[in-house]
């Protein structure tokens, strides 16, 4: 729709504003400060108004979701000051990623197809290795923080997984959006978590952002694209 087309070029207008103030965060933080949070705010508002006659559990978890990550970004702009920020961000994205889940679950084009992870299980296998390799890399910079990482790290994987299991579930557009967004959040904390606990990765706030972005947007859209599905079929 040509709304989302607007809303895409806005949000791309507000991660701009969001990298441009992250190089002046030592002389105008408080422009950093505002310019963070209204990401996903912008994402909370848009995907609020534009669901606003659809009543389905999918719109309330997605919407928790998104509220879970705005609070995970809250938090971890102030972990530089003190690591239970970092630990709070964990688990706000812990909990968005349960969320993201649970949205998953309701399929409204469900079919007998075989989920993909079972009819395809090298795709799992290739999940796990790329975990179980990023934790190698990771372990020896963890320390107190091993157990709460593992827990993530699962977390994000089943989010992933469960994305790619609406394949022929959902609509190709709606499952495409967001399993891509899915990648790009496992992508996204990947950087993250070795720029933090590995070795600086150059321009790494660049990379996370980017990525970051994408993710959420993707999913607020894929979403967004099934939610309007559904409504079209009750209306018909």
């Not at 963070?36 to 912008?42: E, F, G, M």
């Not at 190698?136 to 593992?150: D, H, N, T």
Request: no cysteine.
């Amino acid at each position: 729709m040509q709304r989302d087309h607007v809303f895409i070029a806005l949000f791309g207008v507000l991660v701009l504003n969001e990298r441009l103030a992250s190089g002046y965060l030592d002389t105008w933080p408080e422009w950093y400060l505002m310019s963070k949070p209204a990401l996903l705010l912008s994402i909370i508002l848009y995907f609020t108004a534009a669901t606003r006659r659809v009543k389905h559990p999918m719109r309330y978890l997605l919407l928790a979701g998104f509220v879970a990550s705005w609070l995970g970004d809250i938090s971890l702009m102030f972990q530089k000051e003190d690591e239970v920020y970092f630990l709070m961000g964990l688990i706000s994205f812990f909990l968005a990623h349960v969320f993201y889940i649970l949205s998953f679950r309701y399929w409204f084009h469900d079919n007998h197809h075989i989920p993909m992870i079972k009819k395809q299980p090298w795709m799992m296998f290739l999940l796990v290795a790329y975990a179980l390799g990023l934790f190698r890399l990771l372990e020896p910079g963890l320390g107190s923080m091993k157990i709460a990482v593992i827990a993530y790290m699962v977390i994000i994987l089943l989010m992933v997984v469960m994305a790619l299991n609406r394949f022929a579930k959902v609509s190709r557009k709606g499952f495409a959006l967001v399993f891509a967004g899915a990648l790009l959040f496992l992508v996204s904390d990947s950087f993250l978590a070795y720029n933090k606990f590995t070795e600086p990765v150059p321009m790494a706030g660049a990379w996370i952002m980017l990525t970051y972005s994408a993710a959420q947007l993707l999913i607020m859209l894929g979403g967004l694209h099934e939610l309007r599905v559904h409504a079209r079929w009750r209306a018909a």
